[in-house]
């Protein structure tokens, strides 16, 4: 996982990107790997630290990204 460890996030902000990651992860097919979680909570941090607050979008956003991402 990429550094965030200088990120900051209000309560409010943690749980909108909470449910946006379980909402992400509810999408994927079985098994479900550790690998695309990771991709999934890098993309929505790294949303949500340029300012987004949307959980739909950063749903949306984060799963657009990993169908984008290089396969492995």
Do not use: C, D, W, Y
């Amino acid at each position: 996982m990429k550094n965030f460890s200088n990120a900051e996030f209000s309560p409010e902000a943690i749980e909108i990107m909470t449910t946006a990651l379980k909402a992400a992860v509810a999408t994927l097919p079985e098994p479900v790997h550790a690998s695309h979680v990771n991709a999934l909570a890098e993309s929505i941090l790294r949303t949500a630290g340029a300012g987004e607050r949307n959980v739909a979008n950063l749903q949306r956003i984060a799963l657009m990204e990993l169908q984008l991402a290089p396969r492995k």
